[in-house]
């Protein structure tokens, strides 16, 4: 957040600014020694686990999380903005990320939105303290784009219900205790109309959780097999048949398009592109520095500039007023340009390390341990997760455009 923007901050507001400030200088964990995974959706190994879910564990207990949320859930009950505040100053810290992602920006949210008292009272809080980590079952081998295509059967018994399918890319599954599972209860009803929306325990009979492994050899991302797997009656979440409405109002969430999350970074935009510049400015290219150079200068100038407008976009975003003329526009816009201008900004900066971008892991020369090719690799996954950049342009093309539903 630029200088001007916390000027005109009310006295509360810059004040608790300041104090999360003081606490992130004092908390924030030193470098644990190993390889921390840039995002929630490349966690590997145990110990990388163990430290994030530690470090958001530290965050909850300090009272920096569910600030939004209501106190009788483990949250604060105070105005999102603070929450906003919090989330900022994470990103500003370069702060490790909080593992529970899933739960805090998605679940949660939508946990509040239908769940029962007594399904808010247990899941809630758990969420925020990291105590249980949430994975998200919704995409399969034949639905992902075409969610609604999914075949995985929640199969009603006198208890409740068994799971039989197959749900894939499902990020955290093999560190997770719930995931919020898209099932098909009536495959006699309409496409949308037979699907149901469960809150499923992972540690029961009948799950198999295997790995996958990304174009970057790390994992993080898993597929599930069901077979016969029980859940009781109290996992609906919703109605019988109201899977399809739940699961789009999570997909606001995950997309950015609502807000109502319990914590976590916020998209750090201006500290990439501070990282950019500071890298141009030690790159050789040419002969020269990479700052030098006026093509990449060009291009590095166009990122700050397209930054920029991000910036001054989100904080439009929360004027309604200010978007009266298309009410949603900007929300809905926020998962495609961020990926894609993430992308492009990891994309220059291997072109400023020039043949260092080969170095790759592991190898002593590789620069900033070869976070930036990493980061540009990685960068695929986050236009494709939560509905690829194509799926995310035909959104817009219809409900913001007006233009003709594609089928
Ligand atoms: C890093 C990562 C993490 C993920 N984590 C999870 C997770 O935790 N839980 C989960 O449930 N899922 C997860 N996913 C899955 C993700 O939601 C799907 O990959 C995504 O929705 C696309 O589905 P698909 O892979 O089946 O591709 P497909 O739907 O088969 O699409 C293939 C290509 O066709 C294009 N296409 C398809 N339909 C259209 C159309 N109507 N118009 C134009 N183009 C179209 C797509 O854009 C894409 O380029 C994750 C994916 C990634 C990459």
Redesign the pocket.
Same mark, same amino acid.
């Given at each position: 957040m630029s200088e001007l923007a916390q000027e005109v901050e009310p006295k509360e507001v810059a004040e608790l600014r300041r104090e999360v400030r003081a606490w992130m200088q004092a908390h924030k964990p030193a470098d644990p020694g190993f390889k921390l995974p840039q995002s929630f959706?490349e966690v590997e190994s145990d110990r990388q686990f163990e430290f994030l879910r530690d470090w958001q564990r530290k965050v909850f207990d300090a009272g920096y999380l569910g600030l939004d949320w209501p106190a009788e859930y483990g949250g604060k009950g105070d105005p999102l903005k603070r929450q906003r505040v919090v989330s900022q100053e994470l990103s500003r810290a370069r702060a490790p990320f909080l593992v529970n992602v899933?739960g805090l920006q998605w679940a949660g949210p939508t946990i509040l939105h239908y769940g029962t008292e007594a399904q808010k009272k247990r899941y809630l809080k758990p969420i925020l303290s990291a105590e249980e980590i949430w994975?998200?079952? @919704? %995409?399969?081998?034949?639905? !992902? %784009?075409?969610?609604a295509s999914a075949t995985t059967r929640a199969e009603r018994t006198a208890e409740g219900w068994l799971v039989t399918g197959h +749900?894939?890319? #499902? #990020?955290?599954?093999h560190q997770s205790k719930w995931m919020i599972l898209?099932a098909r209860t009536d495959p006699g009803a309409g496409k949308y109309e037979g699907l149901s929306y469960f809150l499923f325990p992972m540690d029961v009979a009948g799950v198999t959780v295997q790995p996958l492994i +990304?174009m970057t050899g790390e994992g !993080? @991302?898993n597929q599930v097999i069901f077979d016969r797997a029980p859940m009781g009656r109290d996992a609906l979440l919703g109605q019988e048949g109201q899977g399809w409405q739940v699961a789009m109002t999570t997909l606001l969430f995950e997309r950015g398009a609502a807000e109502g999350s319990g914590g976590g970074q916020v998209t750090a935009s201006a500290e990439s592109v501070q990282r950019l510049a500071s890298l141009a400015a030690r790159a050789r290219r040419g002969g020269g520095r990479a700052a030098e150079d006026p093509v990449l200068r060009d291009r590095a100038a166009q990122l700050w500039i397209e930054e920029e407008a991000l910036r001054l976009g989100s904080l439009r975003a929360r004027i309604p007023g200010l978007n009266l003329d298309r009410p949603q526009a900007l929300r809905l816009m926020n998962k495609l340009v961020y990926s894609e201008f993430n992308q492009r900004l990891a994309e220059l900066a291997c072109e400023m390390l020039g043949p260092a971008t080969t170095l790759w892991l592991g190898d002593p020369h590789a620069v900033e341990r070869a976070e930036w090719p990493r980061a540009y690799m990685?960068s @695929?996954?986050? #236009?494709?997760?939560?509905? #690829? %950049?194509?799926?995310q342009?035909?959104i817009l093309g219809e409900r913001v455009l007006g233009l003709p539903k %594609? +089928?």
């Open positions: 959706l899933i994975c998200q079952g @919704f %995409s399969e081998p034949g639905a !992902g %784009s075409d969610l +749900k894939v890319w #499902t #990020t955290l599954a898209l +990304k !993080g @991302f990685n @695929f996954g986050m #236009t494709i997760g939560g509905g #690829t %950049s194509e799926i342009r035909n %594609s +089928k």
